[in-house]
C-alpha cells in the first residue's frame, strides 16, 4: 500500500473541487490532490446546463452570485444572452415580481416583462398563454467542461496533483482519506464529491438531509443562430437555451424519486420534446441527438450546505444551481480554510441551519 | 506530416493535432477528450470519429483501460415532434 502525505486532499473533479482547488492555490495552498472516482466532471457538473443567473428569490443565493457571477463575467466563452422566466398564471407572475423586487433591492436589475416584450427578447417564442416574465439582460451561460477542464489546466500549472479513478472508500476524523489504492495523510479534506458528500459523511458523524434527485436533459443537432436567453418556464421547471455551437439544450422535471440512478428515459425523451415543440414551434424537425441525466443533491430549502469538522470541509446541496455558485463559494470557503476568516454567509449556509431551525428558503429551483 | 491539417472528427474539425495537444496537457481518457474537444458530439455522434480517437490515446497513454464509452439514446436521431399527437 502506498503512503501518502499531502497539505490538502480535495475529494471530487467537478466544479467545486476544482474552483476550490483554484480558490487555495491562488492563496498559495498548492500541496494538494485532488481525486476523482471516475473521468474529470464525470458528476453533475459534466452533465449541467451551464447556466449563469442572478435571478433568486432567496438573498443568500442573491449574494453568493454577487461573488461567483464576476468569475463568469471574466470567462471568455462567457455568453451574456439574459435568462427570461416565463409566468402562465397570474400566481406564477405575481412570484415572479416578488422576486424580482428582492432582487432589486439588492442592486441586481432584473425586470418584468410583458409578453409582446417576450416577443422582442425571443422572435420565436409561441407566447401563447403566456402572462409575462421576469428578465434579467446580464445571465447567460459558459460550457461547463471547458470551464472546468480549464480550470483543471490551471490547477496543475499551479502544481496540484489531479488522480482520477481512485474512489475514496472513507474518510476518518484523524484526517486519513481512504482511497481504492492506498492511505493518505493531510491537514485539510475538502469534500466536493456532490451526491456523494453526504454519504461520505455519514463515517465522522455528520447526518445531512440531502437526497439525489435525477434530472434529465438533451441536446438537438446545431442550426443557425435564433435564440438569445435561455428561456425557463416556472410551471414545469421547463428551460432551453442555444449554445454557440448551435445546439438546443433543453430540460423538464420529472419528479424523479431519490436515489442515485442516471439512466434515461423514454417518458422525458417524449415530455420534453412536446414542450419545446410547442414552445418554440420552429423546432419541429430538428433532431434530437442525445440525452443524458445527473443528479441534483436536492435539500429541503434548496441553498448550498456547508459546514467544517475537525479540519474536514464540505460545500453540497446546491440544488439545480450548483455549477454557478460553486466558484463563489470556494472563495469563501479558501479564505476561511487557509486565512481563518469565516464569511458571514458561511455561517448561514451553515448545516447545522437544519436542526437549528435556521433553514432558508429558495422558490427559483429549475428543471 | 503536417498534423494541424489530419482531421480526425469530420462533423465538429478536430485535428490530430488538436487531439495530441489535449492528451499531453493531461487529458488522457477518451471520455476527456471527447468532452473537451467535442469530438464524438457532433451530427453523427462520434460513429466516425470515436474508434478512431479511443486508438489515439491508446497509442499515446500507457495502461488505458479499454472499455466501450456509454450509449447514449436515442440510438438514431429523432425529430422533435415525434411524440406529438397532431404529427
Ligand atoms: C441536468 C442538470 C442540469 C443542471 N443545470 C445547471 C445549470 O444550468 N446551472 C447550474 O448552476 N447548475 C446546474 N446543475 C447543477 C450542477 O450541475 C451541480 O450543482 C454542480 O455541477 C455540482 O458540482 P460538484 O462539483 O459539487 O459536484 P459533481 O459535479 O457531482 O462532482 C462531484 C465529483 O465527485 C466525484 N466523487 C463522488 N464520490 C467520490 C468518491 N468517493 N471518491 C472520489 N470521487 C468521488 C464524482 O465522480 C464527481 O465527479 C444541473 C444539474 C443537472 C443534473
Ligand atoms: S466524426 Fe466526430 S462526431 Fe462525427
Redesign the pocket.
Known amino acids: 500500500m502506498v503512503e501518502n502525505k499531502k497539505e490538502g486532499v480535495i475529494?471530487?473533479?467537478?466544479?467545486?473541487?476544482?474552483?476550490l482547488a483554484l480558490s487555495l492555490a491562488k492563496r498559495n495552498f498548492r500541496d494538494v490532490l485532488i481525486?476523482?472516482?471516475?473521468?474529470?466532471?464525470?458528476?453533475?457538473?459534466?452533465?449541467?446546463?451551464?447556466?449563469?443567473?442572478q435571478q433568486f428569490s432567496c438573498s443568500e443565493n442573491i449574494e453568493l452570485m454577487k461573488i461567483s457571477y464576476p468569475i463568469f463575467e471574466n470567462m471568455d466563452d462567457f455568453v451574456q444572452g439574459g435568462y427570461l422566466m416565463l409566468a402562465t398564471s397570474d400566481e406564477e407572475f405575481n412570484a415572479l415580481e416578488e422576486n424580482v423586487s428582492i432582487q432589486n433591492e439588492m442592486g441586481v436589475k432584473t425586470e418584468m416583462v410583458t409578453p409582446e416584450q417576450c416577443e422582442e427578447i425571443s422572435p420565436y417564442l409561441n407566447t401563447e398563454g403566456i402572462v409575462g416574465g421576469s428578465y434579467n439582460r446580464k445571465d447567460g451561460?459558459v460550457d461547463?467542461l471547458n470551464v472546468?477542464y480549464d480550470m483543471f489546466f490551471r490547477v496543475k500549472k499551479m502544481g496540484v496533483e489531479v488522480s482520477t479513478h481512485?474512489?475514496?472508500?472513507k474518510v476518518d476524523d484523524g484526517l486519513k482519506v481512504v482511497?481504492?489504492n492506498r492511505e493518505i495523510e493531510t491537514e485539510k479534506i475538502f469534500i466536493?464529491?456532490?451526491?456523494?458528500?453526504a454519504?461520505?459523511l455519514r463515517s465522522i458523524g455528520i447526518n445531512l438531509p440531502n437526497q439525489p434527485i435525477?434530472?434529465?436533459?438533451l441536446v438537438t443537432e446545431t442550426l443557425s443562430h435564433f435564440l438569445d436567453p435561455?428561456i425557463v418556464m416556472m410551471n414545469e421547471g421547463f428551460?432551453a437555451h442555444q449554445t454557440v455551437r448551435g445546439e438546443i439544450i433543453t430540460?423538464i422535471d420529472m419528479r424523479h424519486s431519490p436515489s442515485f440512478d442516471?439512466s434515461s428515459t423514454l417518458e422525458f425523451l417524449s415530455k420534453c420534446t412536446k414542450r419545446l415543440s410547442s414552445v418554440f414551434p420552429a423546432t419541429r424537425k430538428l433532431k434530437v441527438l442525445r440525452q443524458?441525466?445527473?443528479?441534483?443533491?436536492v435539500v429541503p430549502d434548496a441553498v448550498p450546505v456547508v459546514g467544517e469538522k475537525d479540519g474536514i470541509y464540505f460545500?453540497?446541496g446546491?440544488?439545480?444551481?450548483?455549477?454557478?455558485?460553486?466558484p463563489g463559494l470556494s472563495e469563501l470557503m479558501a479564505d476561511h480554510a487557509v486565512y481563518g476568516r469565516r464569511h458571514d454567509l458561511l455561517q448561514r449556509l451553515d448545516y447545522k441551519r437544519f436542526k437549528e431551525g435556521r433553514e432558508l428558503g429558495e422558490r427559483v429551483v429549475?428543471? | 506530416m503536417d498534423k494541424s491539417k489530419v482531421i480526425v472528427c469530420r462533423c465538429e474539425d478536430v485535428t490530430l493535432k488538436d487531439i495530441e495537444e489535449c492528451i499531453d496537457a493531461g487529458l488522457t481518457s477518451l471520455e476527456e477528450v471527447n468532452r473537451y474537444l467535442k469530438c464524438s458530439m457532433g451530427t453523427c455522434q462520434g460513429r466516425g470519429c470515436s474508434a478512431l480517437v479511443e486508438a489515439l490515446i491508446s497509442g499515446k497513454v500507457n495502461g488505458t483501460k479499454k472499455r466501450p464509452p456509454s450509449i447514449r439514446p436515442p440510438l438514431l436521431p429523432l425529430d422533435v415532434s415525434s411524440f406529438r399527437d397532431d404529427e
Open positions: 475529494i471530487g473533479g467537478g466544479i467545486t473541487g476544482f474552483s481525486l476523482e472516482k471516475s473521468y474529470l466532471a464525470s458528476g453533475a457538473t459534466g452533465r449541467c446546463a451551464g447556466g449563469i443567473r451561460y461547463p472546468t481512485e474512489e475514496v472508500l482511497t481504492s466536493c464529491a456532490g451526491a456523494h458528500t454519504p461520505l435525477k434530472h434529465e436533459i435561455m428551460y430540460g442516471v443524458w441525466a445527473g443528479l441534483y443533491d460545500m453540497c446546491y440544488s439545480g444551481h450548483g455549477f454557478m455558485v460553486a429549475i428543471g
